[in-house]
């Protein structure tokens, strides 16, 4: 599958450091041949974003936040400036308070509720409302989630309820879209040691359970990530959409811990 994006375009956003998934999916699709855009929001993550973007051959950075309808135009006005066409679009964007992911659910503010579900979930439609035109030759898009939206997940609170809006976006965009030719798929890697998931209290514990519990006893690594990115954008993927794809060693098919962990 070395060359098998070769001539594909796309658009990454939420590449935060070089342990980020967004960057995962960023390398193995540079290797596998695609031309590369990405996104970053404000001037800190600018800084850390420009090297990375450089190493895979990429001068189209743009500043946008997905809660500023007016940023998101310009960015997508300077892409199709650049390009005029796009093929694929990863979307690796999430938030909530921090301060709101420990402690109960049942405490979630209306504040935090409606920032994680626009941040979490409605910037997908939003982009990809955008990204549509671009994708005339069809394209695949695809977005992040994790097996908190359908299991409960201590301190994962409100961003299983945004992810699983998120997982049902994926599946009502799919159907909109694949008269068109594109395709909407979510990724579902375990626990990762991302910036994102440090947020997460109790990250180590949860890594760690998942690692020794899971049938392959790993976590996914970003090169697994990569390589599913890689295949579903590829037109080996030609004909999975409205997919949560697990990449995750196997976790999500236990019903208890491994007996040696009870």
Not at 21 to 26: E, F, V
Not at 40 to 56: C, D, I, M, N
Not at 149 to 177: C, H, I
Not at 217 to 246: F, H, K, P, Q, Y
Request: hydrophobic share 40%.
């Amino acid at each position: 599958m070395t060359n098998s994006l070769q001539g594909k375009r796309g658009l990454v956003m939420g590449v935060a450091n070089e342990r980020s998934i967004a960057w995962g999916i960023a390398k193995a699709a540079h290797a596998a041949g695609a031309e590369l855009a990405f996104t970053y929001q404000g001037e800190a993550f600018g800084k850390r974003l420009t090297p990375l973007a450089a190493s895979v051959g990429s001068d189209i950075m743009v500043d946008a936040d997905v809660t500023d309808e007016a940023s998101l135009d310009r960015a997508f006005a300077v892409l199709d400036e650049h390009w005029g066409k796009l093929d694929f679009l990863i979307h690796a964007v999430a938030y909530s308070d921090k301060d709101e992911l420990n402690g109960r659910f049942i405490n979630t503010t209306r504040e935090n509720f409606r920032t994680s579900l626009t941040i979490s979930c409605y910037s997908l439609i939003d982009v990809a409302r955008r990204a549509r035109p671009m994708m005339t030759d069809g394209g695949t898009i695809i977005t992040l989630t994790y097996q908190g939206s359908n299991r409960v997940t201590p301190n994962y609170n409100v961003m299983g309820v945004a992810k699983a809006a998120l997982e049902s976006a994926v599946r009502y965009l799919a159907n909109d879209l694949g008269p068109e030719g594109i395709r909407v798929n979510a990724i579902s890697p375990g626990p990762m040691k991302t910036l994102a998931g440090s947020a997460i209290g109790g990250a180590r514990a949860t890594f760690r359970h998942t690692e020794e519990n899971a049938p392959m006893r790993a976590n996914a690594t970003l090169e697994a990530i990569g390589g599913t990115a890689v295949w579903l954008i590829s037109d080996g993927g030609a004909c999975t959409t409205g997919e949560i794809v697990r990449v995750d060693g196997g976790f999500h098919v236990l019903g208890m811990p491994q007996q040696n962990h009870l």
